[in-house]
């Protein structure tokens, strides 16, 4: 069974912060993605990494995949209050399913 | 495109009663499921489609019934609700590029 560790669990920080998510394993996989969740709405993608090493940026975050393709970290900077949420990494592999993470719940204050 | 709808946006069921979570998507999309998520779990998958009349279960599909008639509709039936199934219901498409594109969830309480 692949499992996606995310860490932390929760953040809490002030607007103008910067701070950084991490979602690791010991699988490896074919590409990871990052999803932002907002309260009482469902998952919307931010990006997807398919290669060791690839960083992509989307304004003030972020993303990085891992040489060996196991791990990813997001990472926001001058945070506002708009990116508070819920960030999840999924991990895709071959045909199977996607792996989700439990999920690191982010709250920026004003 | 109104994308992946889901329907009702809220439901209370007694134990012991059955019903039916409707989604759709417009996007063609051969892929479907339907994820639960609950507080500290995260989102788990509870039943999948790779196209109409193909079905397979996810990690907790015990409790729950899927099927695929169309490309477009994927329902979700709960045979006979239990306290333990109170949790938000996501359903989700995706294209071959595995990108999920979630609906806005159901909530569901079983009293």
């Known amino acids: 069974t692949q499992l996606l560790e995310q860490s932390p669990q929760f953040l809490s920080i002030q607007e103008g912060e910067n701070l950084t998510v991490y979602c690791n394993s010991s699988s490896v996989f074919s590409s990871l993605q990052w999803y932002r969740q907002e309260p009482g709405e469902g998952p919307v993608l931010l990006v997807t990494v398919v290669t060791g090493g690839e960083v992509k940026k989307l304004k003030r975050l972020t993303f990085q995949f891992g040489d060996a393709r196991k791990d990813s970290s997001l990472h926001i900077t001058a945070a506002q209050p708009g990116d508070t949420g819920l960030y999840l990494c999924?991990?895709?592999?071959?045909?199977?399913?996607?792996?989700f993470g439990k999920g690191t719940m982010l709250l920026v204050s004003p | 495109n109104a994308g992946v709808t889901q329907t009702p946006k809220f439901q209370v069921l007694k134990t012991g009663q059955s019903m039916t979570l409707q989604c759709a998507q417009d996007?063609?999309?051969?892929?479907m499921s339907w994820y639960r998520q609950d507080p500290g779990m995260g989102l788990r998958l509870i039943h999948y489609?790779?196209?109409?009349?193909?079905?397979d279960q996810g990690e907790v599909p015990n409790g729950y019934n899927v099927s695929r008639s169309t490309t477009e509709d994927f329902p979700l039936r709960l045979l006979s609700a239990a306290p333990s199934q109170t949790s938000v219901y996501f359903c989700?498409?995706?294209?071959?590029?595995?990108?999920?594109?979630f609906g806005p969830g159901t909530r569901l309480t079983v009293t």
């Open positions: 996007m063609n999309h051969e892929y």
């Open positions: 989700a498409s995706s294209d071959r590029d595995r990108t999920e594109y």
């Open positions: 999924a991990g895709a592999s071959g045909y199977s399913t996607l792996t």
């Open positions: 489609s790779v196209g109409a009349g193909i079905t």
